[in-house]
């Protein structure tokens, strides 16, 4: 197997294991108590119509 081959091979099982690692932390009970407690919380960015149409504009 050569050395490419290898390093993605890595590269997506670092993926997969992070992901569930993830939701598995997002959805357990004590995963919960921890984001309730520390008031831990993910940023959502909101982005009005306008702020895309200015952004497609500017593109053009």
Do not use: C, P, R
Not at 18 to 39: M, P, R
Not at 50 to 56: F, G, N, P
């Amino acid at each position: 197997m050569d050395l490419l081959s290898f390093a993605f091979l890595g590269f997506l099982l670092y993926i997969v294991v992070f992901l569930a690692v993830k939701h598995g932390i997002n959805y357990s009970e004590l995963g919960i108590l921890i984001k309730n407690k520390y008031k831990i919380e993910e940023e959502k960015t909101k982005l009005s119509n306008e702020d895309i149409e200015k952004d497609t504009n500017k593109q053009n």
